[in-house]
């Protein structure tokens, strides 16, 4: 166990940070699975841009990469297109 003040205070704040990352974490991949299981085209495309847009932002907050999040919102989008 570090002894040194700055230490024990980065100890509290990555320990912060991490729960607060995980939730988002969280959060995105039930967003994620609740469109994929979507049945009908005028739910998923209205589902669509709210989930496209916690992807931006988890990017923004450096939670996912931007390249992960280009490629799930392609195949988000490709499994919206596709459905009758």
């Given at each position: 166990m570090a002894n040194h003040k700055?230490?024990?205070?980065?100890i509290r704040q990555s320990e912060k940070k991490r729960l607060r990352n995980r939730y988002?974490?969280?959060t995105a991949r039930t967003a994620l699975?609740?469109?994929r299981s979507e049945?009908?085209?005028?739910a998923a495309t209205q589902q669509l841009p709210s989930v496209i847009s916690l992807l931006d932002k988890?990017?923004?907050k450096n939670i996912i990469h931007k390249?992960?999040?280009a490629n799930l919102k392609s195949k988000l989008?490709?499994?919206v297109?596709?459905?009758a």
């Open positions: 700055s230490a024990l205070k980065r988002y974490h969280k699975k609740v469109l049945e009908d085209k005028v988890l990017v923004k390249n992960k999040a989008t490709k499994h297109n596709k459905l």
